[in-house]
């Protein structure tokens, strides 16, 4: 199957009222899990990476990989940089074959965001691939502030990007203490947005029913990082107690680690792609 933007995957998710999981690898291991778990549950899936890993030649060498995969996959696959950080990281992640980009510019003034998404969204675009910005921001370890439905207008009509992330009450990373969703304000958000996918960051330990909730109310796209990757490090430190220091080849290590991963992003994916 061949390879989609998240524009194609998403925009009909919205008019359907569910959800596209969108889970960050951050190897082999991680990005194959998430195809195998695309391939058992038959639903489409946006495979994502940290801003990070274009910095540090890690997505340069993993996209052509990613790429080569979806093609082999039945399921409908985008390869999407997560949190972009400048235009030049953009402009590298459709140059090394991302279908998918985000530029966040939460924590700029929204002048600044507006103009550099801009132009995001304009090389994107002569490329054939789809956008992703911010608008409010949804905390990473600072302070978070929640979407204006106004502001949201006005970033989308300005910028003219595919998808927008909005903050309604989750954060990146574990909670202290369970988030609780602004739906209303999700909905507010939709109403003046009709048909634009909106995205959901944090997704790790936010209760599914909320989930549930906002996908009814506009959210296209749920980003869940944290837990995937604790998954990962949870199934290799008890495969690494049972091996207890006896030696075992990596590849064959990783095998069960991997079916943890499976399961982990299969009933994710399920979970979001429930019709109301
Ligand atoms: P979590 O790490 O909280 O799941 O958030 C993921 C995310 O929003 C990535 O953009």
């Not at 991680?30 to 890690?58: C, D, H, W």
């Not at 279908?99 to 054939?128: H, Q, W, Y």
């Not at 992703?132 to 009509?157: N, Q, S, Y």
């Not at 995205?199 to 296209?220: E, Q």
Request: aromatic share 6%.
């Amino acid at each position: 199957m061949a390879l989609y933007t998240c524009n194609e995957l998403l925009r009909p998710a919205r008019k359907q009222g569910v959800g596209v999981a969108a889970i960050n690898l951050a190897n082999y291991e991680t990005a194959a899990a998430l195809f195998e778990a695309a391939e058992q549950t038959g639903l489409p899936l946006i495979v994502q990476m940290y801003s990070r890993m274009f910095g540090n030649g890690k997505a340069e060498a993993i996209i052509p990989m990613l790429r080569k995969m979806a093609e082999k996959c039945s399921s409908p696959i985008a390869v999407h940089l997560d949190h972009g950080t400048s235009f030049e990281q953009a402009k590298a992640a459709v140059e090394w074959g991302c279908t998918s980009v985000m530029f966040d510019g939460s924590n700029l003034p929204m002048k600044e965001n507006i103009r550099i998404t801009k132009e995001v969204v304009k090389f994107a675009r002569k490329a054939g691939v789809s956008t992703e910005a911010e608008i409010g921001h949804v905390a990473m370890g600072d302070e978070g502030h929640l979407t204006v439905p106004e502001e949201a207008l006005r970033f989308v009509e300005e910028t003219g990007v595919d998808a927008l992330a909005i903050a309604i009450g989750t954060a990146h990373g574990y909670y202290k203490e369970t988030p609780k969703l602004d739906v209303e304000r999700c909905k507010a958000i939709a109403d003046v947005l009709p048909g634009l996918p909106l995205v959901l960051h944090g997704g790790t330990g936010t209760p599914l029913a909320d989930v549930r909730k906002v996908i009814r109310c506009g959210i296209a796209k749920i980003n869940v990082a944290t837990e995937y990757q604790d998954c990962f490090l949870k199934a290799t430190r008890a495969e690494l107690e049972k091996l207890d220091g006896k030696f075992m080849p990596v590849d064959r290590f990783m095998d069960p680690v991997r079916e943890k991963c499976v399961e982990h992003a299969a009933r994710l994916m399920r979970a979001f792609a429930l019709q109301a």
